[in-house]
């Protein structure tokens, strides 16, 4: 029986070049090698993507949220001084051009409707 082997594993390998016997088991290696190498890279550089866009994604809310506060500080300031003078018995409510725009900052950016 193992001769039969022998002479089938001769019969086959008899046919191919040394030279191939030896090249193809380590090209096939080395093309393994590299297309692991490859696929690793890649989803490692596709991790790297989705972390760096998580924390821009979350920089870029933070501003959002810091420039929404300034913007509208000086709005709440205004309605809570109206409030304020309004609970005092100082506004008046008939005449609000005369009693509300000198509370507004000459530098704001609120709007009076003029």
Do not use: C, W
């Not at 088991?25 to 991790?47: A, D, E, W």
């Amino acid at each position: 029986m193992s001769t039969t082997k022998n002479r089938l594993a001769t019969k086959l390998l008899g046919k191919v070049p040394l030279q191939a016997i030896l090249i193809v088991p380590f090209v096939v290696q080395i093309v393994g090698v590299v297309g692991l190498v490859g696929y690793l890279s890649f989803t490692n550089g596709q991790k790297a993507i989705a972390d760096l866009a998580s924390k821009l994604q979350n920089e870029v809310s933070s501003r959002i949220a810091g420039h929404l506060d300034t913007l509208l500080a000086t709005p709440r300031q205004i309605n809570q001084i109206n409030l304020d003078a309004y609970e005092l018995g100082n506004l008046n409510l008939q005449d609000l051009d005369r009693t509300i725009k000198p509370s507004i900052p000459a530098n704001s950016r609120i709007s009076t409707g003029d």
